[in-house]
């Protein structure tokens, strides 16, 4: 309806009315009787009276114009007209649905690809959503997660400063290891390079070192080089197998010379890995000239002979030794006389004073009496029984002897002497509490396994005395069991002489045996 109203206005049907004279705005008005036409009431008396036209609005936004002003004889004519034409126009004006659905298929027009791109904008919008949903999930993975390097080989502070950095908690454990060094990082529980979270544990296993106990099976070293060697000493962690060189007039350099184990009842078949030993290699012969005069260091301070050593590369060990005419640090006597020549690299000894000392007798000439009377010295004599020495014979000294002892060392010194073969004594009459103490003082800790076994007897003895002993006063074996008879005191104050005797007892005494007592 508006599409036709409006193409009155445009192109040639426009300027066929410029030329009739008639503007849109210039068109006839309706007359009286078309306008009372489209009404089903009779028009109202009225006198028409110059005003402006009114307005009267539709419920479909259409608007009728109506020109003129209507009043009835009691002066209420034009508002009552309005009234009634407004109502009128109301009711015959208003479309009904199908013409309205009419129109609006006449104006506008369906387009065919409107639900496709709904669908396609609801897909982007889907799409979008899920892409920043997992941007942030993954966001916040990177944050709470770290990617755990591979620690084997690195050393615990390197791998607790990652932690720190990383908020990452470390369990250590340690084990035995040839693979890696003392304090790195033997294994760890979880792999390298995953993502963990942070704040999590990972146990890690820190090498202890090669085990110190394990025993090494010694290759023929006379066919190895000295680099064979100290590759095979690497290899197997072998730290107290020490390689050292030394000239050799008949041994070609770089050649096996021996092997020395210094841990004390260790052979090369049950070496270990933590005893000592030192092996041999030939450094050749040696070129070096000895045109190094050695002068006299006698009474001379210690640093006097240092400054000599390294001005001509000469390798002086130092040995401390108390002295009652030599001032301390200075120079007591040399293990190269003077005036004989070394070369360089040439080894010498040098004694140093430590001031007035004591010297250690040798106290295998001194009884065990004498021994405990050295003056200056605090001894302490001990015996251990030993058949095949005879008695007062010395074993042994803590302190060797000629050794003098500095005002600052310590002047104990314990000297242990053979007590030859062990004696039995009669221990009769004694009480069986006191029996333990004595076997361990007389013979248990000299040495000797001297154990008893004790049993009941009747007896006039007071309870608890020792009545009978298999064997006293004899010289026994170094291990020995001896069977001892305690009183149970059924006889006390009777006077009986001659008891029954139970003939099963070792000495015939009467009751069962009672225990071990060693």
Do not use: C
């Not at 021996?258 to 078949?269: A, F, N, Q, W």
């Not at 007035?356 to 065990?368: I, Q």
């Amino acid at each position: 309806m508006s599409n036709d109203f409006l193409s009155k206005f445009s192109g040639k049907n426009y300027d066929d009315l410029l030329e009739k004279g008639k503007a849109p705005s210039e068109a006839p008005p309706l007359s009286k009787e078309e306008g009372l036409a489209k009404s089903d009431h009779a028009p109202f008396p009225s006198t028409r009276q110059d005003s402006p036209p009114v307005k009267i609005e539709q419920n479909d936004h259409e608007e009728l114009l109506v020109e003129g002003n209507f009043a009835d004889a009691a002066g209420n004519g034009p508002d009552l007209y309005q009234k009634e034409m407004s109502y009128t126009s109301s009711r015959q004006s208003r479309p009904t649905r199908a013409a309205r659905r009419y129109e609006m298929d006449d104006e506008y027009e369906v387009d065919p690809t409107y639900k496709d791109r709904q669908q396609k904008k609801r897909r982007y919008v889907i799409t979008g959503s899920v892409l920043a949903l997992l941007a942030v999930i993954f966001l916040i993975y990177k944050v709470t997660h770290v990617k755990l390097p591979d620690f084997v080989g690195q050393t615990i502070s390197e791998a607790r400063a990652w932690g720190v950095k990383n908020s990452i908690d470390f369990q250590m454990e340690q084990a035995f290891s040839t693979k890696q060094d003392i304090n790195q990082i033997v294994s760890q529980d979880k792999k390298a390079n995953k993502q963990i979270r942070k704040g999590s544990t990972v146990k890690l296993v820190i090498s202890k070192g090669a085990d110190p106990e394990e025993t090494l099976k010694l290759p023929n070293f006379s066919n190895l080089s000295a680099s064979d060697a100290e590759k095979w000493i690497k290899e197997n962690k072998a730290e107290n197998l020490t390689l050292k060189k030394e000239f050799n007039e008949t041994v070609a350099a770089n050649r096996f010379i021996r092997l020395d184990i210094t841990s004390p009842g260790v052979t090369e078949k049950d070496y270990k890995r933590g005893d000592k030993a030192n092996l041999y290699y030939s450094r050749g012969k040696e070129k070096l000239e000895k045109n190094i005069e050695v002068p006299d260091f006698a009474n001379k301070p210690k640093s006097e002979v240092e400054t000599w050593a390294k001005r001509n590369e000469v390798k002086v060990t130092y040995t401390e030794q108390a002295s009652e005419s030599i001032a301390a640090g200075n120079v007591i006597s040399q293990s190269v006389t003077t005036g004989e020549k070394v070369a360089k690299k040439d080894q010498m000894e040098v004694f140093i004073s430590v001031g007035k000392g004591v010297s250690v007798p040798d106290f295998a000439t001194l009884s065990p009496e004498a021994a405990g009377t050295v003056p200056g010295l605090t001894v302490t004599v001990q015996y251990r029984f030993d058949p095949n020495i005879r008695y007062g014979t010395l074993l042994s000294q803590s302190i060797e002897a000629g050794k003098q002892l500095a005002e600052k060392e310590s002047k104990n010194i314990l000297v242990v002497y053979s007590q030859g073969a062990p004696y039995l004594k009669d221990i009769r009459g004694k009480n069986a509490s006191e029996l333990a103490k004595y076997f361990f003082e007389e013979y248990q800790s000299r040495g000797a396994e001297i154990t008893y076994e004790t049993y009941w007897v009747d007896s006039s003895q007071p309870r608890g005395t020792v009545v009978e002993q298999s064997e006293f006063e004899t010289i026994v074996s170094m291990t020995y069991h001896v069977y001892i008879g305690i009183s149970n005191g059924a006889w006390a104050g009777a006077a009986t002489i001659n008891p029954p005797v139970d003939p099963v007892t070792p000495e015939g005494g009467s009751a069962s045996l009672a225990g071990v007592t060693d």
